[in-house]
């Protein structure tokens, strides 16, 4: 059998995609893992698995990925996981639109440009893109809302693509992630309410979530999440909407059976709103 290949985007050392790219190559692909930073994905090539550097916001630098696939290959490629990605943690109200325009670049816009570039590639065999989406894209959780947009976003572009490239037999899924143990938080900058936030009374309260305190108290192992995926990935008839991490089945029922606006009754409780409206109030 022809050795099936698969491109993971942002594969640095210790995050998702790091998981993701181990996890292909036990299964037996052939991985092309991929970083800004080669640095950060030497350990991968000392493991047998092929690097290449990839700035997925830089189109020069997307073309001449695929030109080194394209060369690599023979023209094809079976699996695409858009993974990269970053986070913009801030009350809505302290944000900036340059800010939120960067993420979206990064979280959206790169997404849907690397799976242009290497669509041809997909087409030529029938193959499958994965996009690292998130519970986020579901959930209004607070002192996140453009990152959730972003998600929401990837989760819509994602069925839209499935149902435009059905004619080329390319399947789309999108990963509904929820917590999982990796990087992402340390590799952002710790995120802190600026001097003029309306929210700074309730500073202690909101700055530990910005920073991902929620997320980070049952998170998922992320080889157990890898190995969930890329079992779902490989299956000949793949779940489209994928539900890994922890808390997803909770998330889950209350968004299947939930009325429409119990997402503000359960995430007011669970960043403890009313403690937060006390201080403010009390600080007015």
């Not at 698969?6 to 050392?13: A, F, M, Q």
């Not at 996981?81 to 900036?96: E, Q």
């Not at 037999?169 to 952002?188: C, M, Q, Y």
Request: no cysteine; proline share 4%; aromatic share 8%.
């Amino acid at each position: 059998m022809v050795q099936k290949t698969v491109l993971i985007t942002g594969s640095s050392e210790g995050g998702i995609g790091d998981a993701l790219a181990k996890e292909f190559h036990k299964n037996g692909l052939r991985v092309f893992a991929t970083a800004r930073n080669l640095a950060k994905v030497l350990h991968l090539k000392d493991m047998g698995l092929e690097v290449l550097k990839l700035d997925v916001t830089d189109d020069a630098s997307i073309k001449q990925a695929v030109e080194e696939v394209k060369a690599l290959t023979g023209g094809t490629l079976d699996f695409l996981v858009n993974n990269s990605g970053g986070g913009y943690n801030l009350p809505m109200l302290d944000t900036t639109v340059a800010d939120a325009r960067k993420l979206f670049d990064l979280n959206v816009f790169a997404l849907v440009a690397v799976t242009q570039a290497f669509a041809p590639l997909l087409v030529a065999s029938k193959g499958t893109v994965i996009n690292i989406g998130s519970v986020a894209g579901i959930t209004p959780m607070p002192w996140q809302g453009y990152y959730n947009a972003t998600k929401a976003a990837v989760a819509l572009i994602t069925d839209n693509m499935r149902i435009e490239m059905a004619p080329w037999g390319v399947k789309f899924i999108n990963v509904i992630t929820g917590g999982v143990k990796s990087r992402f938080f340390e590799n952002l900058v710790a995120q802190h309410l600026p001097s003029n936030s309306l929210y700074l009374p309730a500073k202690d309260e909101i700055e530990p979530m910005m920073n991902g305190s929620l997320v980070k108290k049952n998170a998922l192992d992320v080889d157990v999440y890898a190995k969930r995926v890329v079992a779902n990935a490989l299956k000949s008839n793949p779940k489209v909407h994928f539900w890994a991490g922890s808390e997803i089945w909770t998330i889950w029922l209350v968004d299947t059976f939930g009325w429409s606006t119990i997402w503000g009754m359960v995430m007011s409780k669970l960043v403890n709103m009313p403690l937060v409206s006390r201080k403010i109030k009390a600080a007015e």
